[in-house]
């Protein structure tokens, strides 16, 4: 893996075998202590082939340890996780390097024939054609978000991990991304594990809502709505209420 690139993961197929072919992770028993502290207790979760997982949790609760543990960027765990496949990753920070023309970006490190047709023809799907020759620094928020989606989709990942990419930007933007996001998963079909701190984001994106709780995942909420979704609608309310009690967070209007 090429870690020391920002926000790259070089894809690269896992060294076992795959765990199944529904399954593109599959995490037994995975613990994470840093000193005296246990973050992550014994946690055990599947993620199936083209499925829309999110992830919840308080600050600190472990939410990106886990993700960098399927990453593969942090190996000092018990319990291994089995990957199937390729991974990609799209940080919070956009992690672009600013001396590189935004097509070299999502080009980096790119094992293809033609790098830059590869990465000109991923920034097509985000919509950002345009930008292709452009220097990072003139990017809005939102269109670095957009390159580093690009530059993680350019691999065609197995696993797409997504860490908070959406919660520096702004509310009309951020639905643009939604909606990016929902389109390009329906065309490539990866896994997706989204950790994020917003509920609403949560219901609107995923099939299934984990809560991590205590080093474990502590809830489970399945999402069986048709897309695109609306946050009035009744099912949504009720879960919604179910995860902020989760959370430890009081609805509006109550003691």
């Known amino acids: 893996m090429a870690q020391g690139l920002p926000g790259l993961i070089e894809p690269a197929t ?10 593109v992770a599959r995490v037994r028993g995975l613990t994470k202590r840093f000193g005296d502290r246990t973050v992550l207790d014994e946690i055990d979760i599947e993620i199936a ?36 496949g390729t991974v990609s990753v799209a940080f919070q920070e956009p992690r672009l390097i600013p001396w590189k023309r935004v097509w070299a970006n999502v080009a ?32 809005s928020g939102g269109e670095a978000q957009r ?7 350019v691999r065609d990942p197995d696993l797409l991990l997504l860490d908070e990419p959406f919660s520096a930007l702004d509310a009309l933007t951020r639905i643009t991304m939604h909606r990016l996001v929902l389109d390009l998963w329906g065309r490539h079909r990866p896994g997706i594990l989204l950790v994020t701190h917003d509920v609403d984001e949560a219901l609107l994106l995923a099939d299934r809502v984990l809560v991590l709780e205590d080093g474990r995942i502590g809830h489970e909420s399945p999402v069986n709505l048709d897309r695109p979704r ?26």
């Open 147 to 153: 390159a580093s989606l690009a530059r993680a989709l």
């Open 230 to 255: 609306h946050r009035d609608h009744p099912e949504l309310i009720e879960l919604r209420a179910t995860l902020l009690a989760r959370l430890g967070v009081t609805p509006e209007g109550t003691a």
């Open 108 to 139: 980096l490190g790119l094992k293809a024939a033609d790098p830059r047709a590869a990465a000109e023809k991923a920034l097509a799907e985000v919509e950002l054609t345009e930008q292709a020759g452009a220097w990072p620094l003139t990017l």
């Open 49 to 84: 082939r083209g499925e829309f997982v999110a992830l919840l949790g308080r600050s600190g609760s472990g939410k990106s340890t886990l993700l960098r543990a399927l990453a593969g960027l942090d190996r000092a765990t018990d319990g291994e996780p089995d990957v199937s």
């Open 14 to 23: 896992s060294d076992g075998p795959a765990t199944s072919a529904e399954h």
